[in-house]
């Protein structure tokens, strides 16, 4: 899965539809090949997005946790000690 593409569930304040919308964009991109697709194919990608956007919203709206959310700043934190020890 692409690296761009974070976990939106469980977060105080709650994920925003731009976050859901870039988190499908990264994945129509990986699963298509395409960065930017040619003019053919750019509806069908738009679409791919939207439909994506569509879904991935629904569930974020379906799940149930009893876990406290996460919080964004110490999870970003994290998540950069990670990388320093992954790439140095």
Not at 72 to 83: H, L, M, N, T, V
């Amino acid at each position: 899965m692409c690296r761009n593409i974070r976990m939106l569930f469980n977060f105080d304040p709650p994920v925003t539809e731009d976050e859901i919308r870039a988190a499908s964009l990264q994945f129509v991109r990986k699963i298509s090949g395409f960065n930017k697709p040619s003019k053919a194919n750019e509806a069908a990608f738009l679409a791919a997005i939207d439909g994506v956007v569509h879904v991935s919203s629904q569930l974020l709206a379906s799940l149930e946790t009893t876990a406290p959310p996460k919080n964004r700043e110490e999870e970003a934190a994290k998540a950069k000690a990670r990388s320093a020890n992954r790439f140095g």
